[in-house]
C-alpha cells in the first residue's frame, strides 16, 4: 500500500516538479521575504540615535552644533563637560549649579540629517529602555503571529491566509507611521509583527507543498535572494530617505500591492486541498499546473488520493504525542529554531555597535551574508540538509566564539573590520540553516500539522528574538571580560549546541514529505515496521504505516 503523501509528491512530479508554474507563484511569493525584510530590519534604521545634547533654557532656535559665538558659550555655560572635553549627552545645569537629567535634547545633524524614532520620541538617556521596549513588543507580536497564522493556514487555507497577512500589516503600518509616541508605535508594529512573520511562514510552506521532493532544493535556494536582496534595498531606502515618518510609510505601502496581486495571481497548494477533502478543486489545480508546465497526467490520477481522506482532515495537533519520534525530533526542532531567532536577529541588531557607517554595514551583515546561504542550498541537494546544517551551526559558533575571546584578550581597536568579519561568517552559519530550516523541519512535518508545526517552531525563533536585543545589550548591565562581546559568546555556544542536537534530526533530501502523524512517526527510522495508534477520538481510525 502506498501512503497519501507519496501520491501527492508523485503527482506533482508528473505535473512537473519545478517548471513554469512553480516559478511564476514563485516570483509572486517572493514578494513576501522582500517586503518582510523591510519590515523585520528597519527598527535598525529608526532606532540610530546620532550625537546630542540637552537643549538649552531659552533658546528656541538651539541647534547641536554652535550658530553664533554667543551661542557657543551658552552650550558650554549650561551643559557640563568630562575630562576630555566632551560635552555631556544627558545632563544640564540647573540655576543652583547642579546637573540634572533633562527632557529635551538636540541632536547632531552633520551625518543623519532626517528625524529618528528615536529623535522624535526623546527615546534617549534615561529614556533608552523605551526603544528595547519597541523591539520587544515587535519580537513579542512575531510569537503571536508564528502561533495564530499557522493554525490559520491550516484552517482557511494558505492563500486566504497569505492575503490576509498583507492587507493587516500594511494597513497597521501606515497607521503607525502617522504615530503620536512610542506606545502607539509599538502597538501597531506588534500587528506588523504577526503579519509579517505570517507572510514568511505560508510562503515557505506554500513553496514546500508546491514542489517536487526532486527539486525542492531548486526552489529553496531561489527565494533565498529575496530576504538579502530586501535588506539591502532597505539600506539604500533608509540612506536617502532618513525620516522615519516617510521610510515607515513608503515600506508599509507596498504589502497592500503584493496582497492585491495574490488576489489574482497566488493559488492554493494541492497538499492543502487535499488533506481537506477538496478533491474536485485539487483535481482543477493538478490540471493546471500540468498544462501550464507543459506536462500530461493520467486520466484517472485523483482516484488514489481520496484514500486515507478521514485520517487526513481529522488529526489533531495533540496526536503527536503518542507519537514518540515525531515528539522527539519536533522538540529538538523547537531549540534550533530558538537558536536561529537569538542569533540571527542579534547579529541584525548588533549592526548599530560596529564602527564605521551603519548603512554598509547592514547591506555587509544582513544583505551579503545571506547570499551565501544559496550556493549551501544546492550543495545540500548532494550533502543533505543534515550535514550542511551541523557544519554551519558549527563553524559559525566557532567563529563568534573565537571573536568573543579575540576582543577580551586582544585590542582589535585599530582592526575593527576582524569584528566584522568574524561576524559576518557567523550570521552565515545561522542564516544558512535559518533558510534550510523551513524546508528540512517541513520535510519532516505531516502535511496535516505542518503549518501548525512551522508556526510552532517559528514561535520558538520568535521567543529567541525577543531575547536578542536583550542579549545584545547584556553587557551594559553585565560586567565581564568580554565587554560588548558577551553577546557573541552567548550565540556561538547556543549555536554549538544546536549543532550537536541537529545530528538526531532525520535526513530529508529527496524523501517524500509525510502526510500523516503516523508517516512521519516513521519517517527515515531504521524500526520501519513501528506502528502507530492514533487517538480515535482524534482520527477516528488507527493508522498502520509501512
Known amino acids: 500500500m502506498t501512503s497519501t503523501k507519496s501520491k501527492i509528491d508523485h503527482v506533482i512530479e508528473q505535473a512537473g516538479a519545478f517548471g513554469k508554474y512553480q516559478w511564476l507563484q514563485l516570483l509572486c511569493l517572493c514578494m513576501g521575504s522582500f517586503l518582510a525584510a523591510f519590515h523585520f530590519l528597519i527598527i535598525v534604521f529608526h532606532s540610530i540615535t546620532p550625537k546630542h545634547r540637552c537643549k538649552l533654557p531659552d533658546w528656541g532656535n538651539d541647534t547641536f552644533s554652535p550658530f553664533s559665538e554667543v551661542h557657543n558659550q551658552s552650550i558650554y555655560q549650561w551643559i557640563p563637560v568630562d575630562k576630555d572635553g566632551i560635552l555631556d549627552s544627558c545632563k544640564i545645569y540647573t540655576n543652583n549649579n547642579e546637573t540634572v537629567e533633562c527632557e529635551e535634547h538636540v541632536f547632531d545633524k552633520s551625518v543623519y540629517w532626517g528625524v529618528t524614532l528615536n529623535q522624535q520620541f526623546e527615546m534617549v ?11 520587544v513588543v515587535y519580537t513579542c507580536g512575531l510569537i503571536a503571529g508564528a502561533f495564530v497564522v499557522g493554525v490559520v493556514g491550516d484552517r482557511i487555507g494558505r492563500k486566504l491566509t497569505m492575503i490576509g497577512c498583507y492587507f493587516v500589516g500594511g494597513a497597521a503600518g501606515i497607521v503607525a507611521a502617522f504615530s503620536v509616541n512610542y506606545y502607539m508605535f509599538a502597538a501597531f508594529r506588534f500587528l506588523v509583527a504577526m503579519s509579517m512573520v505570517g507572510i514568511v511562514l505560508i510562503k515557505n510552506i506554500i513553496i514546500l507543498e508546491i514542489t517536487g521532493p526532486s527539486r525542492r532544493v531548486h526552489a529553496g ?10 535588506a539591502m534595498l532597505l539600506a539604500l531606502l533608509s540612506y536617502y530617505v532618513q525620516d522615519w515618518k516617510w521610510s515607515q510609510l513608503i515600506i508599509s505601502i507596498t504589502p497592500l500591492l503584493a496582497g492585491f496581486l495574490s488576489i489574482f495571481f497566488l493559488k492554493e497548494t494541492p497538499h492543502y486541498l487535499v488533506t481537506k477533502g477538496k478533491h474536485k478543486e485539487a483535481e482543477n489545480m493538478f490540471l493546471h499546473m500540468a498544462s501550464v508546465n507543459g506536462k500530461t497526467l493520467p486520466e484517472n490520477f485523483m482516484d488514489e488520493l481520496k ?26 526542532s523547537f531549540y534550533l529554531w530558538f537558536v ?8 541584525s541588531f548588533n549592526v548599530a555597535h560596529f564602527t564605521g557607517s551603519i548603512y554598509i554595514n547592514h547591506v555587509i551583515i544582513s544583505g551579503v551574508a545571506s547570499l551565501p546561504t544559496i550556493p549551501l542550498f544546492f550543495l545540500s541537494h548532494r550533502l543533505g540538509r543534515k550535514l550542511i546544517s551541523i557544519l554551519s551551526l558549527s563553524v559559525g559558533g566557532a ?27 557567523g550570521k ?3 542564516a544558512t540553516v535559518f533558510t534550510m530550516s523551513y524546508l528540512w523541519c517541513s520535510e519532516f512535518y505531516p502535511s496535516t500539522l505542518r503549518s501548525t508545526l512551522v508556526g510552532l517552531s517559528s514561535l520558538f525563533a520568535r521567543i529567541g528574538s525577543v531575547l536578542a536585543p536583550i542579549i545584545v545589550d547584556l553587557n551594559v548591565h553585565v560586567r565581564t571580560i568580554f565587554g560588548p562581546s558577551l553577546g557573541s559568546l552567548i550565540f556561538g ?18 524523501k517524500k514529505i509525510p502526510e500523516t502523524i503516523a ?3 516513521v519517517f527515515v527510522t531504521e524500526n520501519r515496521s513501528r506502528k502507530l495508534s492514533v487517538d480515535e477520538n482524534d482520527s477516528e481510525e488507527t493508522s498502520k504505516p509501512l
Not at 315 to 322: P, Y
Not at 400 to 425: E, G, P
Open 428 to 430: 552565515i552559519g545561522v
Open 221 to 230: 535556494a531561489a527565494k533565498s535572494f529575496s530576504w538579502p536582496l530586501g
Open 307 to 332: 484514500e486515507g481522506e478521514e485520517a487526513a482532515v481529522k488529526e489533531k495537533l495533540k496526536s503527536i504525542l503518542k507519537a514518540p519520534v515525531l515528539l522527539k525530533r519536533t522538540a529538538i
Open 399 to 425: 567563529m563568534l566564539i573565537v571573536a568573543a575571546f579575540l576582543n577580551a584578550y586582544v585590542d582589535l581597536s585599530r582592526y575593527s573590520y576582524v569584528t566584522i568579519i568574524v561576524s559576518m561568517i
Open 519 to 521: 508517516d512521519a512517526n
Open 340 to 347: 536561529f531567532g537569538l542569533s540571527f536577529y542579534g547579529l
Open 493 to 510: 555556544i547556543t549555536m554549538f549546541i544546536a549543532a550537536i542536537l541537529a545530528y538526531f534530526l532525520p535526513e530529508t533530501n529527496l
Open 125 to 135: 538617556c534615561g529614556n533608552r529602555w523605551a526603544g528595547t521596549t519597541v523591539k
